[in-house]
């Protein structure tokens, strides 16, 4: 008889397949979080993840009273509200006329809006981008305040004031999406569109390495 495993954990064993895959060549991230990166590269990733939380946000807004998507629904995980007052302290307040989204990041953008057609392509995405922002934004809000002098002005998107413990709460996370009653098939779909939502999050970054390199050309 197989045993089936926890969702969560087949959640996170599908992003770990993911990113053995990934496009290793990208060092955009790598060199914001080691020096080399600029300030203007930073603005670059936020603007491009504006577009990305509008139209997650912009879906979550509409499963707001559906019984699957609810539990997940925290207002203390809500990042567009963040980066547009990020954008604002960096851009002034024209933000919005000078950012445009790559062409990864429309397409990212369009993704989110098509899986979320489904509750279950809905919670891949966001399970992939609010756990992993979670997970790494306070290394990344005390390296950009280190480097460019923030104080909290400019790194709001990482900071996540009103999750106090963050291991319990991607510790609940889990255990909500271990509660949903998934059919095989339902789970699979699930599994497939995470890979989709990882990839299109590792892609963005290459663009923006890609970008930077073609600009300085």
Not at 57 to 81: I, N
Not at 157 to 181: C, G, N
Not at 195 to 211: D, G, K, N, Q, W
Request: charged content about 25%; aromatic content about 12%.
């Amino acid at each position: 008889m197989s045993v089936v495993i926890p969702f969560s954990q087949a959640l996170r064993e599908r992003t770990s397949a993911s990113s053995a895959t990934g496009d290793i060549g990208c060092t955009f991230m790598a060199d914001l979080m080691t020096g080399r990166g600029t300030r203007d590269d930073y603005i670059e990733m936020l603007a491009q993840h504006w577009f990305v939380y509008e139209a997650l946000e912009t879906a979550a807004a509409r499963f707001a009273g559906d019984a699957v998507a609810a539990p997940f629904l925290s207002p203390a995980l809500t990042r567009l509200p963040a980066i547009t007052a990020d954008l604002e302290f960096l851009l002034g307040d024209d933000w919005r006329s000078r950012i445009r989204p790559l062409e990864v990041t429309s397409d990212y953008c369009a993704r989110i809006r098509a899986a979320s057609e489904w509750v279950g392509g809905f919670i891949a995405h966001h399970y992939t981008r609010y756990l992993g922002d979670l997970s790494g934004g306070q290394l990344i809000r005390g390296l950009m305040q280190r480097q460019f002098g923030f104080d909290t002005n400019g790194v709001g998107f990482f900071l996540f004031a009103e999750i106090a413990a963050p291991k319990e709460f991607k510790s609940t996370y889990r255990r909500q999406l271990d509660s949903v009653d998934w059919s095989p098939e339902a789970r699979e779909r699930v599994l497939d569109e995470v890979a989709v939502a990882y990839r299109f999050s590792t892609e963005l970054f290459v663009e923006l390495a890609a970008a930077k390199a073609a600009a300085a050309a």
